[in-house]
């Protein structure tokens, strides 16, 4: 299947700095990607969806002045955590959607572990 | 809105026996798609099997095959001959045309040796 890098896997981070994590998706393009939240124990939370060379599409609840997102490419997606707190610490995941497959299935990056301490 | 309902939190299996998962869904939609994923203690999602909707025929992946009953919007998770690299958390999704998916709250199995 289509591979989808997520980096970095795991970032420890002060409380107030800024963290980037990027998704790439490696052997096609992906027009649209996704970014999700997962608390221990729960199921995947969709925070956004990233079109690449527009704005990013929020979910509600979710803010957009916290949580940047940017498509610049049709093979990146980032998202950057500004100012981060302690309850950002979450698991992030990003989805990149194969426009070209039979199903448009989305494949997954293997998360982002963010702690702030 | 769709919906999807996982009402098994945790499931148990013994090796090489045969476990079925339950999922059902909520939509108003007669083409849609639907998708179990698997989750194991890496965290990487992996997409098991797909079923589109306007498919009567149940989709099947080696080991792993579903009972997918349209009118009860019911799509359920065989996995044949378990193995202890089957235990992980299994999430249900439902998607529509160009939309994102919808995930149930997920499945924790355990593969007892």
């Known amino acids: 299947g289509a591979v989808v890098s997520q980096h970095p896997s795991r970032v420890i981070c002060k409380s107030g700095t800024s963290v980037k994590i990027e998704c790439r998706s490696l052997d096609f393009q992906a027009t649209t990607m996704f970014w999700y939240r997962q608390f221990p124990k729960q199921s995947l939370m969709l925070m956004a969806t990233?079109?690449?060379?527009?704005?990013?599409?929020?979910e509600q609840g979710v803010e957009k002045d916290k949580f940047l997102i940017n498509h610049a490419s049709l093979t990146l997606s980032t998202l950057t955590v500004t100012s981060a707190h302690p309850e950002d610490s979450s698991f992030y995941i990003c989805?990149?959607?194969?426009?070209?497959?039979?199903?448009?299935?989305?494949?997954f990056g293997a998360g982002t572990r963010l702690s702030v301490l | 809105a769709q919906t999807v309902t996982q009402s098994q939190p945790e499931m148990s299996v013994q090796e090489a026996e045969t476990v079925t998962l339950s999922c059902t869904y909520d939509?108003?939609?007669?083409?849609?798609?639907l998708f179990w994923y698997k989750q194991p203690p890496s965290r990487q999602m992996i997409l098991v099997i797909r079923q589109e909707a306007y498919k009567q025929q149940n989709a099947t992946e080696n080991r792993f095959s579903v009972n997918f009953q349209k009118a009860a919007k019911s799509f359920s998770l065989k996995i044949s001959d378990s193995q202890l690299g089957d235990a992980a958390m299994y999430f249900c999704a439902y998607k529509r045309g160009q939309g994102n998916l919808i995930f149930g709250k997920g499945t924790k199995l355990s593969v007892k040796p």
């Open positions: 990233s079109n690449e060379g527009s704005k990013a599409t929020y």
């Open positions: 939509t108003s939609e007669s083409d849609y798609y």
């Open positions: 989805s990149a959607r194969d426009q070209q497959g039979a199903l448009n299935i989305q494949y």
